[in-house]
């Protein structure tokens, strides 16, 4: 159904070393074969002839070709940020999709078929790519070049189709187990719940064309500790399945990847990844000494957890616990949603590998761009649909719109939680009365439990909330007199208060909750907690950067949850810290009010 795919030997022009360029998502240098998964061909379709009628047809046409034009001015736009020579060149690619999008042969053709035919649109477009890739790619030619010539233009016909194909249904189907061991992943697009299904032992790194760093891909690739460069411009015109790649991801700014490289730059490249696996092999020797500053305080560092492939490195790392399980990712990649048991028995698995240290379940965080295959399933796509998902029906909300998912979530950690310590998080929380119903709910479904002779737990698993919201972190003194512990979530905080969108490629330089306003956020809900005694930790991407950790050590925060492969940096850090030098970083930079400035003044620093 999907690539990796035979291909056709042919004549290809001399191999080159060249260099694309991308956005580092997950640190780390890989060597190895590309293998190319692409959107699986559209299933054959059933029904070709339009049962909508011709101007319904027309409509979804035209709606796809902009959703596509939009999508292609994005990667236009990305273009600034690349060397002149790559700029040129892409550009001009991008240039002829666009042209193939607007009033070109091919839209017309696919008009005219609609309309003369009373065609699916679907079926208009298949036909008509199909049909000018055949007749690009039986022209005649005289020598190799013009052969690959050739051959690109088929697959500019077919990867234009492909993409508004896409965009008329909505599509997508992937097989990553068909990628072969040590593979480097190179794929258009990665949704989450794609990343989700990647095995970390098999494929050695992950390109993708579209993406950003902040979203949730990244997070799942980053906790993968997968080697990651996503938004590579015309990616899957450049690379061919099964060319040598060196995936160089190491720089926070510039992702490259190396295509054909000369054989010394791959000695260089594999010396570089030996070197950087034994640095991670010395970080793994922290594993055992505590986390403490140099003037005595423990700080606590658990794990953020998505998979339960992840046990393994967190138990490698160290974690102290489990300060966030995304239980989004658990439940959204099986066939049919898993019932009570299901997933009582997914949640004890964590909370046994956890062996007494703490596991905090999230309950499910779906809407904005998580869990839409799910939602779909179960009827419920319209809530990640409008102009603004991540302001509609998303976390608590949505769970409390739909109580019976709430429910079998609860009364499932509930009976795990007799495997040992749980704390049970709420996401999205923007004012009391949802933790108020939603406690409501908890409780009662423990007595519904308790009724029925079920074990639980004599005291119920705190119940406590995400702070990632600006109403949440301003108002948390009040919330936090109904939630038994505070989540500072500083990626959607950041979102939410920077109204930049942590997915997209084009505000991704405004992205960052190194900004005053964040900032004052954190501080604020760090001292709410603190006035009303209630335990509080950062789980956010933010409490993986060691620097930034500092700072919040110094704005009072002593509990951090983040990828598991990002704990022994963390460590590192903290053990060379000093209480005294967190709180005067703080000092100087809740002074600064420059956003640029304040993040010079983070990068700058440095414990003595
Ligand atoms: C956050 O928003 O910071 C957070 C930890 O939740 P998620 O990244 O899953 O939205
Ligand atoms: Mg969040």
């Given at each position: 159904m999907t690539d990796p795919k035979p291909r056709k030997s042919r004549k290809r022009p001399p191999r080159q070393e060249h260099t694309l360029h991308g956005e580092s998502v997950s640190p780390g240098i890989a060597t190895g074969p590309a293998a190319i998964v692409r959107e699986s061909p559209m299933?054959?379709?059933?029904?070709?002839?339009?049962?909508?009628?011709?101007?319904?047809?027309?409509?979804?046409?035209?709606?796809?070709?902009?959703?596509?034009?939009h999508q292609l001015e994005k990667l236009q736009r990305k273009l600034d940020t690349l060397p002149e020579e790559g700029r040129v060149e892409i550009g001009s690619l991008l240039a002829i999709y666009q042209r193939m999008l607007g009033q070109s042969r091919l839209t017309r053709a696919i008009r005219a078929k609609i309309d003369s035919h009373a065609l699916r649109a679907e079926a208009a477009v298949l036909d008509e790519t199909e049909a000018l890739a055949r007749t690009a790619e039986a022209a005649p030619t005289n020598t190799p070049e013009e052969e690959e010539a050739a051959r690109r233009r088929a697959g500019e016909f077919r990867e234009i189709g492909r993409r508004v194909l896409r965009n008329l249904t909505g599509v997508s189907f992937r097989a990553f187990s068909a990628v072969p061991p040590g593979s480097i992943l190179v794929a258009e697009q990665l949704r989450p719940a794609d990343a989700a299904l990647i095995d970390p032992g098999k494929i050695r790194a992950v390109l993708t064309e579209a993406g950003g760093s902040s979203d949730h891909t990244a997070i799942m690739l980053r906790a993968l500790d997968i080697p990651a460069i996503l938004a590579v411009p015309t990616l899957l015109d450049r690379v061919t399945d099964g060319d040598t790649l060196i995936v160089d991801a190491n720089d926070t700014d510039d992702g490259t990847i190396t295509i054909h490289p000369a054989s010394e730059t791959l000695c260089r490249a594999k010396l570089i990844a030996t070197e950087q696996a034994k640095t991670r092999q010395g970080e793994k020797r922290l594993r055992r000494l505590p986390a403490k500053l140099t003037s005595g305080e423990l700080i606590d560092l658990q794990a953020n957890v998505e998979l339960p492939a992840e046990l393994p490195a967190i138990k490698r790392a160290g974690a102290a616990g489990i300060g966030l399980m995304r239980t989004e990712f658990l439940l959204g990649n099986d066939e049919t949603m898993p019932g009570e048991n299901a997933q009582r028995t997914i949640y004890a698995e964590f909370i046994e590998a956890m062996a007494g240290n703490p596991t905090t379940i999230r309950v499910l965080d779906w809407g904005g761009e998580k869990g839409r295959e799910r939602l779909a399933q179960l009827g419920m796509a319209h809530t990640t649909e409008g102009e603004n998902p991540a302001l509609g029906l998303r976390g608590l909300r949505l769970l409390l719109r739909h109580p019976h998912i709430l429910e079998t979530q609860f009364a499932a950690i509930l009976r795990a939680a007799i495997a040992g310590s749980v704390r049970v998080l709420l996401p999205m929380v923007t004012s009391a009365h949802e933790i108020i119903q939603a406690r409501d709910l908890y409780e009662r479904t423990a007595r519904r439990l308790r009724r029925k002779g079920v074990a639980l737990p004599e005291a119920l698993p705190p119940l406590g909330i995400m702070v990632e919201t600006p109403a949440a972190a301003l108002t948390a003194d009040t919330l936090a007199q109904h939630a038994d512990f505070l989540a500072l979530g500083t990626n959607d905080l950041t979102m939410y208060t920077l109204a930049v969108d942590r997915a997209s490629a084009e505000v991704a330089p405004l992205y960052t909750p190194l900004h005053p306003a964040v900032l004052r956020l954190i501080g604020t809900t760090a001292n709410a907690a603190m006035r009303t005694q209630r335990p509080i930790s950062v789980c956010g991407e933010m409490a993986a950067d060691p620097r930034a950790v500092a700072l919040l050590i110094g704005l009072g925060l002593r509990s951090f949850?983040?990828?598991?492969?990002?704990?022994?940096?963390?460590?590192?850090?903290?053990?060379?810290?000093s209480l005294?030098?967190?709180?005067?970083?703080r000092r100087q930079v809740m002074l600064e009010t420059d956003p640029a400035e304040l993040r010079t003044l983070i990068r700058n620093f440095k414990p003595d």
């Open positions: 299933p054959t379709l059933a029904e070709r002839t339009s049962s909508l009628g011709t101007d319904a047809e027309r409509a979804r046409f035209e709606d796809a070709i902009a959703r596509s034009l949850s983040m990828s598991a492969s990002a704990i022994p940096r963390v460590k590192k850090m903290v053990r060379a810290l005294e030098q967190c709180a005067q970083l």
